[in-house]
C-alpha cells in the first residue's frame, strides 16, 4: 500500500499553512478535505488581525497572537514572490468600541492591560473616534481604544495564496472528499474516506468545527463545537472610512478596497446552518448603521455565512492526542491571526518530536480524553 509521510485532514487556513511549512522537509503529504479547498470559515473571515482586539489579560494565546501579527508582513511578501497573490496587507489600524454604558467599564480595563504592553494604543474620548474616522463613527456617550497594530489582510486571497503555494510544492490536495473514520495500524495511520483509504506515518487533524466528530474516540463530547458567523459586503463610494470598527457587542465593520465594507458577524452557537438568516442580516445593518450612520445607502454586493471551531473559554487545543496524531483545533474568532505562528510551530514540533513550549498551554487534560 502506498504511504503518506503527512496526511492532513481540513485545508483552511490552519491545514494549508501546516502543510507549506513540511513541504521542506516531508516530500510526501496529502491535503484532504470534504469540499473544495478553503471555501468554509477561513475563505469567508474578516480578515481581522486582531493581536490587541481579542484580549484582555496576559495568557499564553496572547503571546502567540501578538509573535504571529508580526509575521504578515514577510508572508504577504513570500506569497506574492512564490505565487503572485497580494493577500492585500492594509495598514488600516482598528477603534474598539463600548456598545453600553457597562461596556466603558471593559474598555477602560482593556485599555490598562494592553498599554503595558503596546505604548502606541490610546484611549478615545466619542469625539476622538468621530475625529479619527474622519467623521464616519458616532459613539455619542460611550469610550474607545485605538489599537495601531491591529491590521488586516484579505482572507479570500490569503486562502487562495496558500493554496496555490501548495500546488507550487507539489502536496497532493483531496478534496471533495470526506473522512468517516481514522484508525491507528501499525507504522501510522488509515484514514476511510467515501473515496477510499489512505494511509499515512503522521496524521494532523485541522478539520474546524468538525475537528470533534472526525476523532470521537481521542475528544470528549462537545469539546470543538461550530459557532456560524454571517457576513455582509456592502458599497459605498460616498463613505470616508479607512480604520477598522470593532464594537464589544462582536460587531465590526472593515474598509476593504474599492469602496467597500465588510460587516460582521452574528454568532450563533451549535448552529451549522449554511446561508444569512433575516435575522442577521437585520441585526448587523441595524449596527452598523447606529454608528456608521453614511452606510445608510450602501449597496449590498455579497452576503456569507462560515462556522467557526470553538473550544471552552476560547482555548483552542493543540496537541498530540496518540503517537504521531496531532490535532489543531477550536481557533475560534483568530484563526488567520493565529494560522503562520502555528504553522511553524507545528512544523517544528513534527519534524523535531519535541513540542515547542509556546503550545505547552493548550494539551487536552488527560482526565478529559475519551479512552478507547
Not at 468554509?40 to 509573535?67: C, D, I, P, R
Not at 504578515?72 to 497580494?86: I, Q, T
Not at 503596546?118 to 474622519?134: G, I, K
Not at 491590521?151 to 497532493?172: C, P
Request: overall charge neutral; charged content about 20%; glycine content about 8%.
Amino acid at each position: 500500500m502506498d504511504m503518506y509521510d503527512v496526511i492532513i485532514i481540513g485545508s483552511g487556513v490552519m491545514g494549508m499553512s501546516i502543510a507549506r511549512g513540511l513541504s521542506q522537509s516531508f516530500a510526501n503529504i496529502a491535503v484532504i478535505d470534504r469540499d473544495e479547498a478553503g471555501k468554509h470559515a477561513s475563505y469567508k473571515a474578516g480578515g481581522m488581525l486582531g493581536a490587541q482586539n481579542e484580549f484582555t489579560k496576559n495568557s499564553a494565546l496572547f503571546s502567540l497572537a501578538t509573535t504571529s501579527q508580526k509575521l504578515f508582513k514577510p508572508l504577504r511578501d513570500s506569497l506574492l514572490e512564490e505565487v503572485g497573490v497580494d493577500i492585500e496587507y492594509l495598514n488600516s489600524g482598528l477603534i474598539k468600541l463600548a456598545t453600553n454604558h457597562y461596556d466603558n467599564k471593559k474598555i477602560e480595563q482593556q485599555y490598562q492591560f494592553l498599554r503595558q504592553h503596546f505604548a502606541s494604543v490610546e484611549r478615545l474620548s466619542p469625539t476622538d473616534v468621530q475625529h479619527m474616522s474622519n467623521g464616519a463613527i458616532t459613539s455619542k456617550h460611550t469610550n474607545g481604544i485605538y489599537m495601531p497594530e491591529d491590521n488586516q489582510i484579505n482572507a479570500n486571497r490569503y486562502t487562495k495564496g496558500l493554496l496555490k503555494s501548495l500546488s507550487n510544492r507539489h502536496i497532493d490536495r483531496i478534496y471533495q472528499t470526506t473522512v468517516t473514520h481514522i484508525e491507528s495500524i501499525k507504522d501510522g495511520y488509515r484514514v476511510e474516506t467515501r473515496n477510499g483509504a489512505y494511509y499515512t506515518e503522521k496524521l494532523i487533524v485541522t478539520g474546524g468545527a468538525w475537528t470533534g466528530k472526525l476523532l470521537q474516540q481521542y475528544l470528549p463530547c462537545e469539546t470543538v463545537i461550530g459557532v456560524k458567523g454571517e457576513a455582509l459586503l456592502v458599497e459605498q463610494p460616498d463613505l470616508n472610512l479607512n480604520i477598522t470598527m470593532f464594537l464589544t457587542n462582536g460587531c465590526y465593520v472593515i474598509p476593504k478596497l474599492k469602496n467597500r465594507y465588510l460587516i460582521g458577524a452574528t454568532s450563533y452557537f451549535n448552529d451549522y446552518s449554511v446561508g444569512v438568516s433575516n435575522s442577521g442580516k437585520s441585526w448587523l445593518k441595524s449596527q452598523a448603521l447606529h454608528y456608521i450612520p453614511d452606510l445608510k445607502n450602501g449597496k449590498i454586493i455579497n452576503q456569507w455565512s462560515g462556522i467557526r471551531p470553538y473550544c471552552q473559554n476560547e482555548q483552542p487545543i493543540m496537541d498530540e492526542v496518540d503517537k504521531d496524531l496531532f490535532v489543531i483545533a477550536g481557533h475560534y474568532r483568530n484563526g488567520i491571526l493565529l494560522s503562520p505562528l502555528i504553522g511553524e510551530l507545528m512544523s517544528q514540533w513534527i519534524i523535531s518530536g519535541h513540542r515547542p513550549k509556546q503550545l505547552y498551554d493548550f494539551q487536552i487534560r488527560r482526565d478529559e480524553r475519551n479512552e478507547m
